[in-house]
C-alpha cells in the first residue's frame, strides 16, 4: 500500500505545474486523499485536504486562488494544479489521507502515519 506523487519540476515565477498522486494497493476514492509540502529545513504543512464539515476542500491560505484538487476516479488519480507559482512554492510536494482540522487554526491532519515518495518543486525566480 503505497502512494506517490509525481510531475513535479523547474518552473519559472508565474508558471504552472499539475502533481498526480497514485497509489498501489488500494483504491484511491475510498479516501480523502490531501496534499503536503516540506520545503529544506521547514516544516512539512498541509496544502490542501478535504473539509468534512461542509464536504468541500479545504485550501491554506498561502495557496488559496492558486491550487486546485481535482480526482479522476477512472485513473485512480488526484491531481494538483498550482498555477501562479512563486518561489516560496518551491518545496517536496507529498500526498496522503488528510482532513481539515482545527487547533490553534485550520490545518490538514494526515489520517494515516505513512508517506509515499514526494515530487520536488523549483520555482526560479
Known amino acids: 500500500v503505497q502512494l506517490q506523487a509525481s510531475g513535479g519540476g523547474l518552473v519559472q515565477r508565474g508558471g504552472s505545474l499539475r502533481l498526480s498522486c497514485t497509489a498501489s494497493g488500494f483504491t484511491l476514492n475510498s479516501y480523502h486523499i490531501g496534499w503536503f509540502r516540506q520545503a529544506p529545513g521547514k516544516e512539512r504543512e498541509g496544502v490542501s485536504c478535504?473539509?468534512?464539515?461542509?464536504?468541500?476542500?479545504y485550501y491554506a491560505d498561502f495557496v488559496k486562488g492558486r491550487f486546485t484538487v481535482s480526482r479522476d476516479n477512472a485513473k485512480n488519480t488526484v491531481y494538483l494544479q498550482m498555477n501562479s507559482l512563486e518561489p516560496e512554492d518551491s518545496a517536496v510536494y507529498y500526498c496522503?489521507?488528510?482532513?481539515?482540522?482545527?487547533?490553534?487554526?485550520?490545518?490538514?491532519?494526515?489520517?494515516?502515519?505513512?508517506w509515499g515518495q514526494g515530487t520536488l518543486v523549483t520555482v526560479s525566480s
Open positions: 478535504f473539509s468534512t464539515s461542509d464536504s468541500t476542500t
Open positions: 496522503a489521507p488528510a482532513l481539515k482540522s482545527f487547533y490553534g487554526g485550520y490545518y490538514c491532519r494526515p489520517t494515516w502515519n505513512r
